[in-house]
T-cell receptor, first 114, second 110 residues
Framework: NAGVMQNPRHLVRRRGQEARLRCSPM?????VYWYRQLPEEGLKFMVY????????ESGMPKERFSAEFPKEGPSILRIQQVVRGDSAAYFC????????????FGQGTRLTVV | GQQVMQIPQYQHVQEGEDFTTYCNSS?????IQWYKQRPGGHPVFLIQ?????EVKKQKRLTFQFGEAKKNSSLHITATQTTDVGTYFC??????????FGAGTTVTVRA
């Protein structure tokens, strides 16, 4: 049973480009969370999704950021027109359908905007 | 969602000493989880506490959930260099959103 898979592990984008971060949850997990972590800082909640539904996006910036978790395929965190301040590690985590158990984290995508 | 506050933000420990990190909430928590993130790594689940006053141990780590279910602590005895990292507590709100504290970053002096 593979763990949470995130790709790419490292992503470099120029200012103004789009960044697409992918997350495949653990098999059987239907809850996905995205977090952002700046160097030397904690995990900032961005969005919580279930299959085909956004449950809570209170941590997402209003502009340029979007997330989806389609019926088939990985969850996608999309950042349009990236700026230097978007440089961070983005972690995805998944948990079981009950949403009560532990969260399993992927290894993260380190986004660098140049 | 739940807001959990963690203190201290940084903990510098002499190898062999003990230390404690604390997690506090203004509201009653249904459960609390602890995670560890090594430098350059990703958070890894350590434990979940559910019952009021619950105490769980993992070798040199002791986790406690307060009687009022509003606070939790992690106590590490005889700190080793392998304990280096950031320890996060996390709490779920009723809609299952998992919110993390700011973490306690631990460094160890040999």
């Amino acid at each position: 049973n593979a763990g949470v898979m995130q790709n790419p592990r490292h992503l470099v984008r120029r200012r103004g480009q789009e960044a697409r971060l992918r997350c495949s949850p653990m098999k059987g997990h239907s809850h996905v969370y995205w977090y952002r972590q700046l160097p030397e800082e904690g995990l900032k909640f961005m969005v919580y999704l279930q299959k085909e539904n956004i449950i809570d996006e209170s941590g997402m910036p209003k502009e340029r950021f979007s997330a989806e978790f389609p019926k088939e395929g990985p969850s996608i965190l999309r950042i349009q027109q990236v700026v230097r301040g978007d440089s961070a590690a983005y972690f995805c985590a998944s948990s079981t359908g009950q949403g009560r158990g532990e969260a399993f984290f992927g290894q993260g995508t380190r986004l660098t905007v140049v | 969602g739940q807001q959990v506050m963690q203190i201290p933000q940084y903990q510098h420990v002499q190898e062999g000493e003990d230390f404690t990190t604390y997690c506090n909430s203004s509201t009653t928590l249904s459960n609390i989880q602890w995670y560890k993130q090594r430098p350059g790594g990703h958070p890894v689940f350590l434990i979940q506490l559910v019952k009021s006053g619950e105490v769980k141990k993992q070798k040199r780590l002791t986790f406690q959930f307060g009687e009022a279910k509003k606070n939790s602590s992690l106590h590490i005895t005889a700190t080793q260099t392998t304990d280096v990292g950031t320890y996060f507590c996390a709490a779920r709100s009723n809609d299952y959103k998992l919110s993390f504290g700011a973490g306690t970053t631990v460094t160890v002096r040999a």
